[in-house]
Every structure is written in structure tokens, then in C-alpha cells.
């Protein structure tokens, strides 16, 4: 049976190994990540919908876990071209070039 201490935990254990992913690739971290940390400040034991807190964390499972899958096109690199649209710090070629 689910119970938001379970899904907490899943979910804190997911965000860990997700993170770890983006580490050893080298790639950038993105909103969801910074979301699911934001939402692991919340104690299962708040008084918040069991439902709501059981289903945020079922939902950022499920986002972390389709982004560990498709990290290499979702997340640039930490050594992307300066040319490359998905780079951080890509200039637009109208400004590089003046």
C-alpha cells in the first residue's frame, strides 16, 4: 500500500540517483530536479492532502525517471560549443558577430 512516507522516501532515493546520473554523463541539471528538492522539504507528515503529497511524488518519479532516459537530449552538456542552441552560454551569432 502506498503511503506518502513511502513515496517520500522513493522519491528522495530517485532524486539521489538521478543526480548521480548527471553526474557521471556531466550534464546540466533542470527545473525538475530543483522542483523535486523544493518538494522534499516538505515532511511527509505536513498536514497536506495524502493524495496531493502522495501524487507531486509519483509525478516527479516519473518526470526524473523520463529525463535519466532521454538526458542527452534534454539536458545540454557541461562542454557544449559555444554554436550549440542547447549551451548555457550560447551567444546568439548577430551579437558574436559585432
Known amino acids: 500500500?502506498?503511503?506518502?512516507?513511502?513515496?517520500?522516501?522513493?522519491?528522495?532515493?530517485v532524486q539521489a540517483l538521478h543526480l548521480l546520473h548527471h553526474r557521471l554523463i556531466k550534464r546540466h541539471i533542470s527545473s525538475a530536479e530543483v522542483v523535486s528538492?523544493?518538494?522534499?522539504?516538505?515532511?511527509?507528515?505536513?498536514?497536506i492532502p495524502v493524495g496531493l503529497l502522495?501524487?507531486?511524488?509519483?509525478?516527479?518519479?516519473?518526470?526524473?525517471?523520463?529525463?535519466?532516459?532521454?538526458?542527452?537530449t534534454l539536458s545540454p552538456s557541461w562542454s557544449s560549443s559555444p554554436g550549440d542552441p542547447r549551451a548555457l552560454n550560447?551567444?546568439?551569432?548577430v551579437i558574436a558577430s559585432q
Do not use: F, K, N
Open 90 to 93: 550560447a551567444v546568439p551569432s
Open 1 to 13: 500500500m502506498l503511503t506518502p512516507e513511502l513515496t517520500y522516501t522513493a522519491l528522495l532515493i
Open 37 to 47: 528538492a523544493a518538494v522534499l522539504c516538505v515532511p511527509p507528515t505536513v498536514a
Open 54 to 72: 502522495m501524487g507531486t511524488h509519483l509525478t516527479l518519479i516519473a518526470v526524473q525517471i523520463v529525463d535519466s532516459v532521454w538526458v542527452r
